[in-house]
């Protein structure tokens, strides 16, 4: 069995004498691990660091088999975070939440293109929030867990939406809301992609998609909590602002 694809280095860790087993989340292939030989050793290992984007050939002598990586760095990302804590801290977020979140060897497509835009935009901090932002709400989308903003789902009206609702995840305007105000989640203008995107506007709508990301996805994932790294960017992003 052999293929070659393009992808982003999600993890990479060391395998007995001087390899690593690294995950990968390819264009074609999905998340998908194998071996690289060498892949801890001085020369290799400074290469394979999270969100490298890498030309990888995969063989292995069945298709079950872990296999073994062939690699090319084609452009690293540590240029863009090394002196930028947010920025780092912004990257860990994503490759994590694609550790945990992708079914192994699943291809999904238009999530991997949108990863790979959001990555390319970490040295621009004007605009990086937001584009995470988008990618959370994309990932949701993409794994079963997406958000229906486009009416309140108790009066079906467009105007004045402002709430979601923590259990279908559909949004609620402020007359259908009434007396259950209390118990639903913001909806941020940001989230329905009207009017400037504030700093405060994106940290109310990534609670939002927090809470989706924690109280949803994560119980289908047998129930294992979060990754630390979106917390460690929440609070970075948070002293920020």
């Avoid at 001085?42 to 002598?61: E, F, I, T």
Wanted: aromatic share 6%; with cysteine; charged share 25%.
């Amino acid at each position: 069995m052999e293929w070659r694809d393009e992808g982003i280095l999600l993890s990479a860790r060391a395998h007995g004498e001087g390899s690593a087993i690294v995950e990968v989340f390819t264009a074609e292939h999905g998340r998908h691990a194998g071996v690289v030989r060498g892949g801890a050793s001085r020369k290799l290992a400074p290469m394979l660091q999270p969100g490298a984007q890498l030309d990888v050939v995969w063989r292995a002598r069945l298709e079950e088999h872990i296999g073994s990586f062939k690699t090319e760095v084609l452009r690293s990302r540590a240029g863009n975070v090394i002196d930028n804590r947010l920025a780092l801290a912004g990257l860990n977020a994503v490759t994590a939440l694609l550790s945990f979140a992708l079914p192994e060897r699943e291809e999904h497509g238009a999530l991997y293109r949108q990863t790979v835009g959001v990555l390319d935009l970490l040295g621009e901090p004007d605009i990086w929030p937001l584009a995470y932002l988008r990618w959370e709400m994309s990932l949701l989308e993409e794994l079963g867990f997406g958000l229906d903003l486009a009416g309140c789902a108790v009066t079906g009206s467009q105007e004045n939406l402002i709430y979601v609702s923590p259990k279908s995840g559909r949004a609620v305007s402020r007359q259908g809301a009434g007396e259950w105000a209390d118990r639903l989640l913001p909806l941020p203008p940001v989230m329905l992609r009207k009017g400037d995107a504030s700093d405060e506007e994106i940290a109310e709508a990534l609670e939002t998609t927090g809470f989706f990301l924690r109280e949803h996805m994560a119980p289908m994932m047998g129930n294992r909590p979060l990754p630390e790294a979106r917390d460690r960017f929440i609070t970075a992003f948070m002293r920020q602002i």
